[in-house]
């Protein structure tokens, strides 16, 4: 019965590693919306796994005493339970309002083989059985939660687990005789199981899930430059046919991690959940992006002539920029130059109802390439820029329109002051 729990394990851990519609409090820069149409089909996934786990687990010990005609009171002993063959018909796994998480297994058949052995002061008889566990019915209630440390936690709530039939049959020694009294087997057979499913799950949650939860990274490394935070903001949050999980969805530097000086924005998800999953991601992320990889000066370039396309009209030369700087070309007849640009500081994205907007502010230096590899300075410009993107989406794509944007370039050449005509 210990890989029921170990089922409610992976389910959970494909979902907290997969909060009410409208506004998240919590301001997060990810979220990850699972349905009910997800919960279901993972449900059926991990029923098929756990079907072929089950002959894997061990069945606890039992006994008891039973009284027997002839020979009076008994104690009798069933041990090296193994389970021959099992069939799970039906399993759930929906969002439960306030708590979590609700798994349940109904209409399943598990079948047992055996050893038994009786014993009565001197008298000792054994042999081998076969049960028939018909009609098993578990609930669990799952409570998650949230670590200050931005980890997942979970508790089991409730469990209840019922077993409509058992039928019990024996061989060996007197087996017979035991077969007389089936009945009174049966009903502590049935009543020692639906006693240990439920406290193998709490177990099972208690001392080997929960324990696992902690171990979870919250931080993983993305480059040599940067690191990502997806600790959780809150507890994950359900409704009766959704369950969001918020995650921080920092960027932050590997070398020197600071507080941002920004909050999240307030993020609003529609309410939908025809899918099965959802992923929403704000802002956040990439302006916290944008501060690490500008202060490492990743987001500076260099452009020069042979990365220019040659079906382009314009070349970075200085006689294609001497109609913008004259003396260019006098100076420096026909040689190839080299665009360095700067951003001045770290661009932040702008996200709107089907539109994402940035602005940029950039200096850019060019530079004569002069025969003996000495780059010579000769003009520079400060460009600011904004770009806007309108965006549509359809069932297979996302598709992006650039629409006109605005930009201001203000320069000066860097002319060797001795060349003034």
């Known amino acids: 019965m210990g890989t029921l729990a170990g089922a ?68 009798y002993e069933f041990h090296s339970l193994d389970i021959h063959s099992c069939e799970l018909l039906g399993s759930a796994l929906k969002p439960l309002p ?9 209409d399943s058949f598990i079948r047992v083989k055996g050893k038994w052995k009786v014993r009565k002061r001197i008298l000792k008889l054994d042999g081998s059985f076969d049960v028939k566990v018909k009609g098993i019915t578990i609930s669990v209630n799952l409570l998650l939660g949230s670590e200050p440390s931005g980890r997942p936690k979970v508790a089991v709530s409730s469990c209840s687990s019922a077993i409509h039939d058992v039928e019990v049959h024996m061989s060996g020694d007197l087996g017979w005789l035991l077969n007389l009294f089936h009945h009174q087997i049966e009903s502590k057979f049935r009543r020692v199981l639906e006693s240990k499913i439920c406290k ?33 903001m809150e507890a994950p949050q359900a409704t009766a046919e959704i ?129 003996n590899s000495v780059k010579e300075p000769v003009f520079r410009l400060g460009v600011a820029t904004n770009v806007s993107v309108m965006l549509t989406f359809n069932t297979s794509k996302i598709t992006g329109f650039l629409k006109p944007a605005k930009m201001q370039v203000g320069g000066r050449e860097q002319m060797p002051s001795g060349f003034l005509t």
């Open 8 to 75: 409610l394990s992976s389910l959970l851990l494909g979902m907290m590693l997969t909060y009410t519609p409208g506004a998240l409090g919590a301001n997060p820069g990810l979220v990850a919306r699972i349905t009910d149409k997800g919960l279901e089909y993972v449900a059926q996934e991990e029923l098929v796994a756990l079907q072929s786990k089950l002959h894997d687990i061990t069945l606890p010990d039992f006994s008891g005493d039973v009284k027997i005609k002839y020979i009076g009171n008994a104690h």
């Open 98 to 106: 306030s708590h979590g998480l609700h798994f349940s297994i109904s």
């Open 200 to 232: 193998i799950i709490q177990d099972s949650v208690t001392s080997d899930l929960q324990p696992y939860l902690q171990t979870l990274p919250v931080t993983m490394e993305m480059d040599i430059f940067a690191g990502i935070d997806y600790s959780l």
């Open 243 to 371: 369950l969001d999980v918020m995650f921080k969805g920092e960027i932050f530097s590997r070398d020197h991690r600071s507080p941002v000086a920004f909050l999240a924005p307030v993020m609003s998800l529609p309410e939908e959940h025809s899918r099965m999953v959802y992923f929403a991601i704000s802002n956040y992320a990439f302006n916290t992006a944008s501060l690490v990889y500008h202060k490492v000066g990743y987001l500076n370039f260099s452009i020069t002539d042979d990365m220019v396309p040659p079906t382009s009209n314009i070349r970075l030369t200085t006689k294609s920029f001497r109609a913008f700087f004259p003396r260019l070309g006098r100076l420096y007849p026909n040689m190839n130059l080299e665009l360095q640009g700067t951003v001045v500081s770290a661009p932040f994205l702008n996200f709107s109802p089907g539109n994402l907007s940035s602005a940029a502010q950039l200096e850019i230096e060019a530079f004569v390439l002069l025969p």
